[in-house]
């Protein structure tokens, strides 16, 4: 098989679902989820072993315990797939709303409708439940999906596609909405990430290396998320009990996530006083603290934090502290520093809130809250593709409404420029 | 001068005022825009002096007349760059804008905040009051502009440019919130559009030709227009007096732009009957048809139109006119041929027009009007920095809030996350 040629043909039956898309209604697109969701429980037995096919492969070729982890489909797993499928039907339909329908001067009354966006490429690695994740977001958003999963979970994912396609089917939507690309070779996602004339947007879901490869060689738009290097910073006018409870949060409710704090700023009036306290928490919780040169003299036993500390997503229990002179000294670190995710300030004091809140130019900007809520469920978004730390369309927590654009519409009575 | 490490250098100075922007207020930017309108009043003589400099080296080497009109900085030409400073002083502040602030279940308060995009690189041709155009949007937007104009109107720019940095230095505004590149090196654009680290967003202003070349190479978002093939469907179910009105004045109001008629589509069943008086009235206007084979058979005396026109944007007093099926084979002739730029149809009948606004995927869909409404000054958007065809990001006519992101702003009272 020729890769160029079979990803080119994949591209082209992808474009034509996507104008028949255009046509299809919302309930057709909840029933082809909720019969996915029924084909996924009734295929269990296919899909495990499929699963254990790639699990066996996996071993073989000494793939490191926590991949085979995100590798494998538990019962568990499987189940939360179909509660995901009817989550994302019983959402609103994005598509097709009618906004700013106004009246002109010339009497022509224009507003603005949501649209897919067309044809969109999701490249993942290694769990196979995005497929099905990434699957119902497309298709509730009347977008049509070239998935391209890594390839230890090629059997897996292709049993899925399997109940994917049975699932359109049924429910008269075209069975080409969701295409899971079905070469292993690299070489596809180089054709996906170029072909300009089927893709409308590629969304890269997995780990920064993967993401900086694609952006750098993508031809088509990438909704992307890099790093999430998040701050707090406590300011002298801070309740101090909030500020406590946020800088712990933010740290130590989960370490492996996007929008954990790693770099705690502390403004040098409070810092000798919360710090100590701080410190005793983070102790307890087994984080590993490394502090600037002012911290290392309010707090003993902890290490020096270098330049390259400030710049690093430790997704990890180890935070970073530096004590700074204000809120501009905060600020100033943060623009140099941070990946543009999610920044906090706790404070008290209403035009340092409103300042940080204009001046900061994160995804997310937070006053008095966990940067843990930096999340398209906490948002109200009701799912989430990704977060993206791009300013270009979608900005953080990228939803049903990322993957849509908005075409305008002009209703006339004849009107014509005179 | 070393034409990369020159445009780095720009483009750090750039980003650096972009931050600096942050914090400008409303009435700062409004002082600049008025203080540069001052200052071109005011440096009249010396505008025109260096723009006759321009118009004789062009007429040197030869530059043909349409290039060397559209290069003249007339005295009514300044009164109108003037005239625009002060209308776009005029047009409320995107930014800082607040929508949808809500309380999520959490508890915490979830809003958007309309945000600049940061940096913008706008390159264009020959004609030197785009400069002033292009930077007052981007200046009322919080926007800093790197504006590359034509090298044959390097003198003219330079002197525009001048005027916006007194305007700028008076307002209290970094002065490089507008550079004009000064290098004519062809090199300068390659860098522009590459230089992701400190541009965010390219909008190429000029001919098609232009516009691939910068879409092809850039590594920078680009917001572009490309063809303006634009269609009206006349239904059999349309008023044919307000059909034959849109049909004349969506192409015959002016030729040279993108959003007149290029290719009429009519129903079988009024074609006999509009057809001809059509005719009549573009042969009064010199319009020269080109018709699909049914469309010979009704009209006598036009050429026909090869499969080439169908996908020609003319420009110009010219339409191919092609007699449908019906609107499914109208909506198939769109989908084929247009460039997704605005189409319309006229129809009295509720359910066609709803179909068509729903379908047809182009960046203005219209019921009952001339596309020539297709524009910002007549959607409302007060100005107009383009027309854009993509589907990412910005969509049609480009006003102020295309030239903005949104951020999330969360509201909390020291939420954290259980």
Redesign the interface.
């Known amino acids: 098989m020729i890769v160029k040629d079979y990803m080119q043909a994949l591209g082209e039956r992808a474009r034509a679902a996507s104008?028949l898309m255009?046509?299809c209604d919302s309930a057709s697109k909840n029933n082809a989820l909720l019969a996915i969701a029924r084909f996924l429980d009734e295929d269990r037995a296919i899909i495990t072993a499929e699963n254990a096919r790639d699990l066996e492969q996996g071993k073989n070729k000494g793939l490191d315990p926590a991949l085979l982890d995100r590798l494998e489909l538990t019962p568990a797993r499987i189940d939360s797939m179909i509660e995901g499928l009817s989550q994302v039907a019983s959402l609103s339909d994005p598509i097709?709303e009618i906004t700013d329908l106004?009246y002109?001067p010339?009497g022509?009354q224009?507003g603005k409708?949501r649209?897919p966006?067309?044809v969109i490429g999701i490249i993942y690695e290694s769990r196979p439940n995005v497929t099905i994740d990434s699957a119902s977001l497309c298709l509730k958003s009347g977008n049509v999906a070239i998935l391209r999963g890594g390839s230890e979970a090629a059997y897996s994912n292709q049993a899925v596609a399997v109940c994917i396609r049975k699932g359109l089917a049924e429910a008269g939507l075209p069975q080409d909405a969701v295409q899971v690309v079905e070469t292993t070779d690299r070489e596809a996602v180089g054709e996906l990430i170029t072909m300009t004339k089927y893709v409308?947007?590629i969304v890269p879901r997995g780990g920064k290396s993967l993401i900086e490869r694609i952006s750098r060689d993508a031809k088509v738009?990438v909704i992307k998320h890099l790093d999430g290097i998040c701050h707090v910073y406590i300011d002298d006018k801070a309740?101090l009990?909030?500020a406590f409870?946020?800088a712990?949060?933010s740290k130590t409710?989960r370490y492996g996530v996007c929008n954990a704090m790693e770099t705690l700023l502390v403004h040098e009036g409070v810092a000798a006083d919360i710090l100590p306290r701080l410190q005793q928490a983070y102790t307890e919780k087994g984080v590993e603290l490394r502090g600037c040169e002012r911290t290392l003299a309010v707090l003993s036993g902890i290490v020096a934090a270098t330049e390259e500390d400030w710049d690093t997503e430790y997704l990890a229990p180890i935070l970073s502290i530096k004590i700074v002179d204000d809120m501009h000294d905060a600020i100033t670190h943060i623009?140099a520093h941070s990946s543009l995710h999610t920044e906090?300030i706790v404070t008290e004091n209403y035009t340092r809130a409103r300042?940080f809140?204009?001046?900061v130019?994160?995804?997310?900007?937070?006053?008095?809250?966990?940067t843990?809520?930096?999340d398209g469920f906490?948002?109200?978004l009701g799912a989430e593709i990704g977060i993206s730390t791009d300013?270009?369309?979608a900005?953080?927590?990228v939803g049903l409404d990322g993957l849509t654009?908005?075409?305008?519409?002009?209703?006339?009575?004849?009107?014509?420029?005179s």
Chains 1, 2 share one sequence.
């Open positions: 104008e255009l046509s097709g106004k002109q010339s022509i224009v409708m649209v966006l067309g409308d947007v738009t309740d009990e909030k409870n946020i712990l949060n409710h623009r906090c300042h809140l204009s001046v130019d994160s995804s997310s900007v937070m006053v008095n809250t966990s843990r809520f930096a906490q948002y109200g300013k270009i369309h900005r953080g927590p654009s908005q075409k305008w519409i002009v209703l006339g009575d004849g009107h014509i420029l």
